[in-house]
């Protein structure tokens, strides 16, 4: 049987070390580089074996920022890159649905149910991807964003008037802009000095992402159970690329793009705890909003989704319906889980 | 290999006189097409230049260029140099000490060295002259002032090193500060040395309100940069909006000395479009470059070679100060950072070294090469401006030469000389 | 040219440019004028944009929000790209003049002739990538959807930026190949001066010029030789 070999090319703007490239893109690729444990490919009377992916890793940013990896992608410099709807707001609108406050808790649930929609046949894939020449392979999500302040803690929509907050663009920014604050957005890796110079007086994050950036060191307040959002990564390949692979490898590479996904939302449901730990640990104090505030806070973000909606309406996309498949496809997937 | 090929075929492409950012993009372009073919080099082609250019720390420069024009219309810094004289008073080598504290007035409102050369040359040699300098040892003096002006703040490499290295615009042309005010130190000592063998003659003393009117000459110059500086060293700017903020005051002097007219304007803004354009077509050519140097994998393979080296990191550092001091001599300061710190820095971070007093480094090294033959820019302007022979600029720099590579040793052995300020910044 | 041995290192009469045929003449100068006109207008907007928002972040608490965006995905190509036709007809040659200047007439002539067709092609590929980029932004439908924190304004039309400059360039640079390849190198404005030695001298050039009179957008037609040939 003829083994066919293919080294594929995949960029990212995240270090090996980043869950998305330990739990994530190094799950995927170990997978790949392995021989085919099942030599499915020559039992499915294609009479073509599976061969093993090598990659050309270009981790860390070196091949571009995020918005130019989805470019390179495109224009068939490289064949997988992330591309998240955070900082592609032009091109993948709809996808940011993802980022809407107070959906999912579970980076599981959230990533199945996205991942649902991103693939042929689902709404974001039909949409945004497959007119693009782009197949996703895995997303990940990162549920529960929260407010986390230098100065002040966050109790009702109130305190948030007059504040800088960072974020990573897209649909967050509208969120914050309807809680009162303003959205700045700025790379991740500029936070921690911003927030020392008070540049900027808060971030909204997930707790997972607030220490490889070290900013426990310089945050003193955080809420807890806001869930004003979330940021959703699919890595995705090119049609182009797609398209030159044999039946057996493509199977191979869905196969470990599931596994790649379950790994890294598994990986980012264990971690979050500990990553709470230590940021109570430097001396942040939790706060979660309850009472009148609470109340306040949901007035605020209750209309955030439908707004979303009637934009991506108002400009003929499809957003009701993106919206209401979201929900659906969390709700069967959270009915799955239990 | 392929590394090597291309470097080879760029600098031929810069010895056939292709413009700068054409030479970079043309060799990039062949190391693209050898590595990945015809859709490599168009899909890098369709997205790294705009990417490159579209960065709000790099709008930095061509602000700060435009600050520099302003307050030159302003005519501001025409009376630089006979204020300094004035302000220095009776000094053995008087003159000369004047006209490198001009250089480091004209540094404080602009960043490139060459032009703060041509005017110190215009403004200062003549005077030197008259009292019996040599030719040697006015021009030396001028060319070497020149050079303040890429270390003092606003200064364009370490803008352009910073966003090179991803490091803080704003830290890293703080860290610019120390090392440039101990260079501006270095070069009046040596006009100072020179005077005492009897190359520089004392100078006249001046009267107290004298001095005082003269300094209030240089005030404009000083406020310009304290605001400038002191916005970044406050945290209350970024270095984008401190160098806004610097064409804010510098219209607002042309204000002030009525200098405002369509001609100035329009001159301002021609001088402006044509340095930074041709900054940033270096920049997004060197950003192409960098990605055909990623996609060799030359820069993990070096990292790799010199942590597999068996000798001590210092020496690591020293050779590639020597490498820099060399490259000076024959390449332009802006292509230097752009083609080698992407290669060099990792390494360099690699071993643990401080990533802005590396660049500190490259740049004082760099400028060397802006008084040495053969390619020494700034004593080509010189010389042109006051109409000397360049050997003897070049020859009148050797001992202002020495004085640089004494502060680069001096920052070399203390790298808190550079740090301070950008450790004790808000 | 920087001479190296002249005694006297001034310019020397400045060889005669060779003139370009009316017409010619005056589609470069108007690339060129529009050119730096619309650069000079990016650099001034974003000055304007700096400044309005450190006032409207430290004086109102309420920062700008689109001012990053259109700094950098409008302003600073603008400033950049729709430079390239002024840059190459007004900035001069600097590096390594030695080597060029020794060697002999006819490889001077291949070495113009390899660097002009090396400048068209570049140009012709950064305008032909940019085209691409721009067609495919247009066919998606590619804008910053309402709420975004973007400037609210088609993804192609900011791609503009790189397709329209470069290709201005490759005109320019066509229509001045006869002078670009023969054998006085005299630019098209100004034949040698510190002028043309500040523009192209790339790492150092701010505050350039300040020995010079402006460079008048309008001088040229005054100032180069008329006359065909
Ligand atoms: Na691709
Ligand atoms: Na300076």
Known sequence: SDSHDTTLTLADSYPPTHIFGASGVSVFMDELSEPDPEGAGSLDGSGEEAGTVDFDYYPAGQMGTPRDLVSLNRSGVVDISPASAAYLSDQLPLSSVSDLPGFVDDSCVGA??????????????????????????????????????????????????GLNIRTSGGALDATLDELGASAVSMPAADAYEALSRKTVDG????????????????????????????????????????????????????????????SLCTAVNDETPAAIETIEQSGVSFNSPHGRGKTRFDEKLEPVRQQWAENMDSIGKPGTEVLQDYEDSIARHERAAK | MIVIVISALLLALILIRVPIPFAILGAAGVG?????????????????????????????????????????????????????????????????????????????????????????????????????????LASGTVASAGTLAAMIPPSILL?????TAETSVGKTLLAGVLPGLLMGFGLALTVWVMG???????????????????????????????????????????????????????????????????????????????????????????????????????????????????????????????????????????????????????????????????????ILLAEVGLITPPLGLN???????????????????????????????????????????????? | MIPLNDDVPTEGPAPRPRAHRRPVRTSITAIKNASVVLAAIAIVAMALIMLAESIMRYAFSAPLGWNVSAVERILMPMSVFLALPWLYVTAGHVSAEIIYDRLPARWRMTARVVGHILLLVIAAALAYSGLV???????????????????????????LSQPVGTAALFVVALLDTPRAIGEDQALVEDADSEESVLAAEGSDAAGSDPLHEPITTDRDDSSRPRGDR
């Not at chain 1, 996703?136 to 305190?159: A, C, M, N």
């Not at chain 2, 803008?159 to 966003?163: D, K, P, T």
């Not at chain 3, 980029?133 to 959807?145: K, Q």
């Open chain 2, 196 to 362: 005492l063998r009897g190359h520089a003659p004392a100078t006249e003393a001046t009267h107290w309100t004298a001095k005082l009117k003269a300094l209030s000459g240089l005030l404009p110059v000083l406020v310009l940069f304290v605001i400038v500086v002191g916005t970044v060293f406050l945290g209350i700017a970024t270095a984008t909006e401190a160098a806004a903020l610097g064409c804010l005051g510098g219209f607002l002097l042309m204000v002030w000395t009525k200098t405002v007219n369509r001609s100035n304007l329009r001159s301002a803004l021609v001088g402006t479009v044509s340095s930074s354009a041709m900054i940033l077509a270096i920049v997004f050519a060197a950003h192409v470059f960098g990605v055909f140097l990623t996609e060799t994998r030359v820069t993990p393979t070096v990292v790799d070679f010199v942590q597999g080296l068996s000798i001590a990191p210092m020496l690591v550092v020293i050779i590639f100060a020597f490498v820099y001091l060399v490259l000076g001599f024959f390449m332009d300061q802006m292509a230097i950072i752009a083609l080698t710190v992407p290669v060099t820095l990792p390494v360099i971070e690699a071993l643990g070294f401080d990533p802005i007093w590396f660049g500190v480094i490259v």
């Open chain 3, 133 to 159: 980029t721009v067609v495919d932004s247009f066919d998606l439908g590619d804008a910053p959807p309402p709420g975004s924190s973007e400037v609210p304004m088609p993804t192609w039309i900011w791609q």
């Open chain 1, 203 to 262: 971030v909204a994050f997930p707790f997972i992402s607030v220490l490889p950036y070290k900013l426990q060191e310089v945050l003193r307040h955080s809420t807890t159970g806001l869930n004003i959002g979330a940021f959703a990564i699919p890595y995705v390949i090119s049609e182009d690329s797609w398209q030159e692979l044999s039946p057996a490898t493509q199977e191979r590479i869905e196969t470990a793009g599931r596994h790649a996904q379950e």
């Open chain 2, 379 to 426: 004593a080509f302007v010189v010389a042109r401006a006051a109409n000397i022979r360049v050997e003897t600029v070049f020859l009148g720099s050797v001992p202002f030469i020495i004085a640089m590579l004494i502060v680069t040793a001096l920052v070399f052995a203390f790298p808190e000389l550079a740090l301070l300020l950008t450790v004790t910044a808000n």
């Open chain 1, 112 to 161: 199945d149910a996205l991942f649902d929609m991103m693939s042929p046949g689902g709404i974001l894939y039909e949409e945004e991807y497959a007119p693009r020449g782009l197949r996703p392979l895995w997303v990940s999500v990162l549920p529960s964003y929260e407010i986390l302040t230098v100065d002040r803690q966050i109790d009702r929509p109130e305190d948030l008037r």
């Open chain 2, 32 to 136: 693209l097409l050898w590595i990945g073919g015809l859709g490599n080099l168009v899909g890098i082609f369709e997205v790294i230049p705009m990417s490159a250019v579209g960065s709000n720390s790099l709008a930095a420069i061509p602000l700060f260029i435009f600050m520099a024009h302003l307050v030159l219309k302003s005519g501001v810094l025409a009376s630089l140099f006979t204020s300094a004289s004035t302000i220095i008073g009776r000094v053995r080598g008087g003159t000369g000490i004047a006209a490198v504290l001009a250089g480091a007035g004209f540094a404080a409102v602009s960043g490139s060295s060459t032009a703060a050369a041509a005017t110190l040359a215009h403004t200062s040699t003549d005077t030197m002259l008259k009292q019996g300098y040599s030719r040697r």
């Open chain 2, 159 to 163: 803008v352009f090193y910073a966003i």
